[in-house]
């Protein structure tokens, strides 16, 4: 038996509370996994997981069991960076979960350099507008935008991009622009219902502060969705620039308002509660950091 694969195996199958998920994160079959903690069992001679119609839950032998194979997984990881040298490539798994619209713009276009700095490790992306459990789903790093609810996750502000108003040619064309925050309220908005998404919002000028609450019919549950509609034509949305980025470069999308300005919207790099922060998820938020950077400075 592979000792340290086996803890790997055991604490991601605490971790999901399942057999059938920890072989799917692992990408192995579910009777593997189950064999490899009944070997881990015997080879310790104690029982380390409940099993019930509910589900798996440790045993007190289990939960001390669990942080302390975290706990080795961890420093063997960052034994093997460190003895490897700073320059090093990394190698393993690196689970990531981001936005869809900021992740397609912004990190997978750019992920096969970071595959080419490291050749020994593998990635997998979760993309979801939603704000997952990064414990129960595995991640080891998430890039979460807007104002974080009070949590137990370990948190690092990595980004910041202006929020703006845009529309496209077409809908102006139409319904004209908007020459002061005020006007907003007469026009078609484009609404994210989700996440940081809001429809009231403060826009400030030379001290002058003016709300507006945008009105619409259209409310989307995802950024992606914004996208599309405002593109189509539809309406106008506030959105963080990075959302328009390509667009605003090539006329696709205008600039309203550039005069006024808005809350700018954080980009956060989330780890899950009670871990070290593991070299690979450190080298990937520093990759999206300079890739960021050089967007910011196009």
Do not use: C
């Not at 694969?5 to 998920?21: K, N, Q, Y």
């Not at 990881?77 to 003895?83: M, S, T, V």
């Amino acid at each position: 038996m592979d000792r340290l694969a086996a803890m790997e195996t055991f604490v991601r199958v605490v971790e999901t509370g399942s057999f059938s998920e920890a072989a799917r994160q692992l990408h192995v079959g579910q009777p593997a996994v189950s064999k490899t903690v009944a070997q881990l069992e015997s080879h310790l001679g104690v029982q380390l997981l409940l099993r019930s119609t509910r589900g798996l839950t440790p045993t007190e032998a289990g939960e001390s069991y669990y942080e302390r194979a975290r706990r080795a997984i961890e420093e063997a990881d960052e034994a093997e960076h460190a003895a490897r040298g700073a320059g090093a490539s990394l190698s393993g798994r690196l689970r990531v979960s981001a936005a869809p619209a900021f992740a397609s713009l912004h990190v997978i276009p750019h992920l096969g350099q970071f595959l080419e700095r490291h050749p020994g490790l593998d990635m997998e992306v979760v993309l979801n507008d939603e704000r997952i459990d990064l414990i129960e789903e595995g991640i080891d790093v998430a890039l979460r935008m807007g104002d974080l609810p009070d949590s137990a996750l370990t948190v690092r502000r990595i980004g910041q991009s202006p929020r703006i108003v845009v529309a496209a040619p077409t809908y102006l064309a139409r319904h004209g622009e908007p020459a002061h925050p005020d006007e907003l309220s007469t026009h078609q908005g484009i609404v994210y219902a989700k996440g940081f998404g809001r429809d009231a919002w403060l826009f400030r000028k030379d001290g002058a502060e003016v709300p507006v609450t945008m009105r619409g019919r259209l409310r989307l549950s995802a950024a992606e969705g914004v996208r599309s509609a405002v593109l189509s034509g539809i309406g106008l949305a506030v959105a963080s620039e990075w959302m328009f980025a390509p667009e605003l470069a090539d006329g696709r999308v205008k600039l309203l308002l550039a005069e006024w300005s808005l809350a700018p919207l954080d980009l956060w790099a989330a780890f899950p509660a009670g871990r070290g922060v593991s070299a690979k998820a450190r080298a990937f938020v520093s990759f999206v950091e300079e890739k960021l950077g050089s967007v910011a400075h196009s």
